[in-house]
């Protein structure tokens, strides 16, 4: 049996390199915009739906018309349009079930953050992560990859970099302490609670850190719109939040892993957690369960 396993890295670009991906993500960023824009214009003025594959075809002109993107690989162009249609096709099916449609948006300065190697252009050798259009990148491998690399995506959040690396694993079947299925009640006192009496404490991790958290957003809405103090506020409110989210992931990794470890089966009611965020009493704690 085969998986999809994330591998996720840090990475510590030059200064020169930063630069490169800095634009590498503009680019990639512009040719969303465009793809997205050339998808509504022609369906206003033609009724027409354009493929992923016909924006494809178009990249050799594009590359001619402007030689800047000359710089990044085809296949990272090619990987922008594909993320597009993605956004098309999840567009259509939410359409199709009724749920909100959430049409397509414009990407805005802040909100590209990452670009994809799909099958080509990368190549991991000791410490150094080597780039097509970038050179090689000093990475920091703390664990051993597994499996068979199929994407290298690179990040950029709050200020850092990081790699993430798609891999194709062979897993077999673990050995479980108890041969035995067991049903798992999510709660927000408890994070989980087993049938054969078993509790999981919730952390809380944002109550905890709430007062730092307050403290920090009214030091953001002091600082002047487009300042440099300002910039500097959002980052670390920014880092604060990505803090507490990731102290969320580890609680929810050791808890599954050693649920997995010791049961075949497990069984979860079926919670419709959006519903129940609509709930102003409890939804900050169900939040901050990350239930799902």
């Known amino acids: 049996m085969t998986v999809m396993t994330t591998f ?10 930063r630069e490169q991906i800095y634009y590498t993500l503009n680019l990639c960023r ?20 354009l493929s992923f594959y016909t924006q494809k075809k178009e990249l050799p002109v594009l590359k001619k018309v402007l030689p800047e993107f000359k710089g990044v690989h085809s296949q990272v162009l090619q990987n922008v349009l594909e993320r597009l249609d993605k956004a098309y096709q999840n567009f259509f099916e939410r ?50 990859m597994k499996g068979q690399i199929k994407t290298c995506t690179i990040i950029h959040k709050n200020g850092q970099f990081y790699v993430c690396f798609s891999c ?10 108890h041969r035995c299925a067991v049903g798992i009640d999510l709660g927000v006192r408890h994070l989980a609670i087993t049938s054969d009496g078993a509790f999981h404490d919730n952390p809380k991790h944002l109550h905890k850190l709430e007062f730092k958290l307050k403290k920090q957003q009214r030091l953001v809405s002091k600082k002047k719109r487009g300042s440099n103090r300002r910039k500097k506020a959002v980052y670390q409110l920014a880092k604060l939040h990505e803090h507490i989210a990731n102290k969320r992931k580890d609680t929810a990794h050791k808890i599954t892993r050693e649920l997995v ?11 419709e957690i959006q519903k129940m965020i609509k709930n102003h009493q409890f939804a900050k704690s169900i939040v901050d369960s990350a239930w799902k």
Do not use: M
């Open 95 to 144: 359409v199709k079930s009724g749920g909100k449609p959430g049409f397509p948006r414009f990407k805005g300065r802040n909100q590209y953050h990452s670009f994809t190697y799909p099958q080509s252009g990368f190549k991991v050798e000791g410490k150094s992560l080597i780039l097509s259009k970038l050179g090689k990148v000093p990475i920091h491998c703390h664990r051993d």
């Open 30 to 49: 512009w040719l969303y915009n465009s793809g997205l824009e050339q998808r509504i214009i022609a369906y206003k003025k033609q009724r027409k739906s």
């Open 8 to 17: 996720k890295f840090k990475l510590d670009p030059t200064p020169q390199q």
């Open 261 to 271: 470890d010791t049961y075949d089966l497990l069984v979860f009611e079926d919670l």
């Open 168 to 177: 194709e694993v062979s897993i077999r079947k673990r050995k479980t302490t």
